[in-house]
């Protein structure tokens, strides 16, 4: 790879960090606009492998009713693992933590996002996106469910395994 080339590679690797923390912001701050800035026209979204959304539009219109159930969030990338596929498409891996409080109840967690870029134009943009749970549940029984088999946690759902189980 000669010196422009990897030059742009680097440029590249920024501008996909800044679109992961500019779609966090968005996502804390109820930016829709910005939330959808951050997907292509096909996108999709989904939640430990099930479809939650398919195209922009709908991605939005889910992003939205799940932040009615919300209060204040806090969405906290740690790393962006990417690989890269082609000048105008790459594969990452986002690890994240989040506190929210969701139907009331304060919750914390740790999440992967598996997700796949495209560039549009001279932008990058999130083309798919799977939100998987290592662990996530109410602030008072973080502990217990962290070393249990059942971390997954969501407040008025049954206990799940996580997505990354230790093998």
């Known amino acids: 790879m000669d010196l422009e080339a990897r030059i742009k590679r680097l440029e590249d690797r920024a501008e996909l960090n800044d679109l992961v923390v500019?779609?966090?912001?968005?996502?804390?701050?109820?930016?829709l606009e910005g939330v959808?800035?951050?997907?292509?026209?096909?996108a999709t979204f989904s939640s430990s492998g099930v479809l939650a959304g398919e195209g922009r539009g709908a991605i939005v219109d889910?992003?939205?009713?799940?932040?009615?159930?919300?209060?204040?969030?806090?969405?906290?990338?740690?790393?962006?693992?990417?690989?890269?596929?082609?000048?105008?498409k790459a594969r990452g891996l986002v690890g994240a933590?989040?506190?929210l409080v969701l139907g009331g109840t304060?919750?914390?967690?740790?999440?992967?996002?598996?997700d796949e870029y495209r560039r549009v134009g001279d932008e990058w943009r999130i083309h798919s996106r799977d939100m998987r749970t290592i662990h996530i549940a109410p602030w008072q029984q973080v502990g217990e469910a962290f070393e249990s088999d059942t971390p997954v946690r969501w407040p008025g759902a049954s206990g799940a395994a996580s997505d990354y189980p230790r093998r």
């Open 22 to 31: 500019g779609y966090f912001l968005a996502a804390d701050g109820d930016d």
């Open 36 to 42: 959808g800035k951050s997907f292509t026209d096909t």
């Open 62 to 88: 889910f992003i939205k009713a799940s932040r009615e159930q919300m209060g204040l969030t806090i969405h906290t990338p740690h790393y962006a693992q990417l690989a890269f596929e082609g000048p105008d």
């Open 97 to 99: 933590h989040l506190e």
């Open 106 to 114: 304060a919750v914390y967690g740790a999440v992967r996002y598996v």
